[in-house]
């Protein structure tokens, strides 16, 4: 039986005309690149736009938390912001740079 399996290994090695061993490091290789381009830059795309629009808030920007909570910069902070919401923007809250929904608050943006 293990002398029929090493047979079977040794034709199949013989077959290929090569060594296998590049053909699957060209494999691995591919799927390396496939993976970068697809999955890890576009991430890496999105995160330095969320950063740039996050550093580029200013004060009377309208914004949407990620909790949902909309309202108006009243300060910035470094990273802390100062949103005022309610009617007739009466509540100040505090809210971290981080907190701001960037997909949510340029929806509104284009709504209005």
């Not at 830059?41 to 580029?56: L, N, T, V």
Request: glycine share 12%; aromatic share 8%.
């Amino acid at each position: 039986m293990l002398l029929l399996l090493e047979t079977i290994f040794l034709q199949g090695k013989a077959a290929s005309g090569g060594n296998p061993m590049m053909y699957q490091l060209f494999l691995i290789f591919g799927i390396l690149i496939v993976f970068y381009f697809f999955m890890i830059r576009p991430q890496q795309k999105k995160q330095k736009a969320q950063a740039q629009f996050r550093e580029g808030l200013k004060k009377g920007d309208k914004v949407v938390t990620i909790g949902g909570l909309h309202g108006t910069i009243a300060q910035v902070e470094g990273d802390v912001l100062t949103l005022e919401v309610g009617e007739g923007k009466s509540m100040k809250l505090k809210f971290d740079v981080n907190s701001v929904s960037v997909d949510a608050t340029r929806k509104i943006g284009a709504n209005n």
